[in-house]
């Protein structure tokens, strides 16, 4: 531009360049509400059998819990995050994946690995501090269970962007909670998962709280399910304790990832019912009345409602799948009460595939201290 057409252009106005917005964000956005089934006349059209089998498996992790939790008072369990109160949007996280699908989920996740198929003793192995992941996880297609928040999120994408580059018909289904959201990790999930258009879903579980800090104290996204928007993938707010809308939603987000349309954010609006961990107090930061009104909302409670009303089950029913449940709390007692033979020198597999210098440094030693160990013990 010339000097002379550089000042008519400041006095003559021209257009700017051409601009719209790269996607439409009205579909992107959340419900203005989270969204439920249960207690509205949308239940009339939920599945029988959707309805018994969901009530059966949350009233199985509900009583997993507990014996977990118990398990910690009896020192079996180094340390339980419990999910009572989050059992619904836990096993519906399970169900709706198919085989060939792989769950990613965080330390507070052990029941949707259960419900997967998952031994739950095995799924308790790395919080009682025996193995490093308690698990192979190539055999249910669960990655190990992520305590460093939020990194089970890039691994997720990168898992299901190569299985979509290899032409695998594959979806991951990766959770993390509210708190989880404010990594960095996340973030770089959702970036490259939406550029890439990568079949993955993201169920955040809105619990309350991380640890003992509330959710207002560590963001201000309107909810997190906006947070989806930012990024150019849908955001589907939830009643988390709701199993069928937990069901409902997120198959359609696994559907939407398989068909190739890409990731999905679910925020499932729930409450943690008791403390963040067994070595937590959560009486330091919160108050009983607020626990109670979600008591109201359990989500045990809004299926037996809705099966009782429809005639679905009867109270001999109710009682078979709480004998049930008894029945799966006996064994995992009394199998984590068993000590398990373990062998010190394991905590070298299965970290690198070739042992780096100071890993085999480390293991010999071990084993020369074993070694003189065990001869001393014969002597
Ligand atoms: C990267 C990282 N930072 C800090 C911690 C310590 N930490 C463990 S649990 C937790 C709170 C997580 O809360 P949230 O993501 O809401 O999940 P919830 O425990 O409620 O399921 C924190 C800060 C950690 N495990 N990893």
Partial sequence: MTV?????SRTTPVPPPAWQPRTDPAPLLPDAEPYRVLGTDAAAQADPALLRRLYAEVVHGRRYNAQA????RQGRLAVYPSTTGQEAAEVAAALVLQERDWLFPSYRDTLAAVARGLDPVQALTLLRGDWHTGYDPREHRIAPLSTPLATQLPHAV????????KGDDVVALAMVGDGGTSEGDFHEALNFAAVWQ?????????????????L??????????????????????????????MHEVLSEAVARAREGHGPTLVEAVTYRMDAHTNADDATRYRTDAEVETWRAHDPILL???????????????????????????????????????????????????????????????????????????QA
């Fill in 4 to 8: 002379m057409e550089q000042r008519d």
């Fill in 69 to 72: 939790t118990a398990l910690t």
């Fill in 158 to 165: 990168g898992l299901a962007h190569a299985a979509r580059l």
């Fill in 198 to 214: 990568a079949p993955v879903v993201f169920l955040v579980q809105n619990n309350g709280f991380a640890i003992s800090v509330p």
């Fill in 216 to 245: 207002a104290k560590q963001t201000a996204a309107p909810t997190l399910a906006h947070k989806a928007v930012g990024y150019g993938m849908p955001g589907r707010l939830v009643d988390g304790n709701d199993a069928v809308a």
């Fill in 303 to 377: 299926l037996e409602r809705e099966l009782t009303e429809r005639g679905l089950i009867d109270d001999a029913g109710i009682q078979a799948v709480r004998d049930d449940a008894e029945t799966m709390a006996a064994g995992l007692r009394e199998r984590m009460n068993q000590d398990p033979a373990l062998d010190p020198m394991d905590l070298f597999g299965d970290v690198y595939a070739e042992r780096t210098p100071q890993l085999r440094e480390q293991a010999d030693q071990l084993r020369a201290e074993l070694d003189a160990e065990a001869e001393g013990d």
